[in-house]
């Protein structure tokens, strides 16, 4: 397993992860929490005789050493005076050197057991290399890794198209993994094929562009197709991973003729190829009632080879949870000062928690 640049996750996903990745640690549920006056507890496990093991996370991936020190000291220590945990680790993505884990060490003493309580971003990245499977759980994650970041983002030998070289990276910053995508997926890791429906603005291509990411990510070339069937049949290369990218394959409105003289029957019969091909995808979107309109007009599309690889994303996939973290990731990445977005990271706003030294996004 490669690196990682936490400095891509947002302050939610960084406590999300911990959560995850100090449970394993441990060996022990930690509670998360919302933002808020969190007493010094981002993460917590209560035991039966009430001691409390507690976790504080300090995403502030460009912050100096100094400065997190000064601000643990200052703003955390007297929480955890009144805390009296029988535990204090601190996982920061921040780097720590041994002076400076000395010294966090003595000032959160005896509630810092050893220097093994602070975790740097060195020593988080080395856990999280030994945990695959807990970073293939999280998305955001598994995208922050270097080896994927750099087949995903920066190799247009893996993505044949600019509109995708473009759509991805924007994409793979603020999206948010929800029930829909968790289907889709499931979908074309055992058929290898996904037609994705929904009705306009649910999500559709956004996540098709992530099974883009998932699939380039594990070395499969991604090819846009924009005209008809035939393009994949001219872009085929054997002994080649291949993901074939169909964006609205039947139009956008139903007053289109998308589909040509036999059209339905030669992507018929490159579905049935996909799905017998051990390294080819295929995925596509189209607006749920432009396809019940298709199946109406073309019959063939109604095989069973179209239904059992079609995925709809509904509304309810996007909880106002998700909706909330999606929003927040925007604020996140949006080039805004500090001040703006601020009230975002406001409880009372509805944010998802946050740790940054502003109190903001970002």
Sequence with gaps: MDSFDLGRLTDHDFEVVCRDLFGEILGMPLELFPRGRD?????????ADGTMTVVQCKHWSKAAQATLTKRLVKEELPKVVALKPARYLIATS????????????DAFAPYVHTTGDLYGVDEIVAELQSRPELVRRHF???LSGTAVLQTVLNQEKYVRSSWLRNRIPRAADTFVPHEGFDRAKAILDEQHVCVIAGIPGVGKTTVALMLAAWLTGNGYEVHEISQ??????ALWREDTPQLFLYDDFLGQTTLESQLNKNEDARLI???REIQEAPDKALVMTTRDYILEHALLKHGRLGVSDVSQ?????????LSLGVRGQILYNHVHHAQL??????????RRCGSPSSSTPTSAPG
């Design 39 to 47: 007493r010094g507890i981002d993460l917590r496990h209560t035991a």
């Design 94 to 105: 921040v780097g720590l050197t041994v002076d400076g884990k000395d010294t966090i060490r």
């Design 140 to 142: 955001r994650l598994w």
């Design 228 to 233: 008809d069937a035939e393009e994949i049949t």
């Design 269 to 271: 019969d490159i579905i």
């Design 309 to 317: 690889a079609t995925s709809v994303v509904h509304l309810t996939d």
């Design 337 to 346: 000062p500090a001040e703006q977005k601020r009230p975002f990271a406001d």
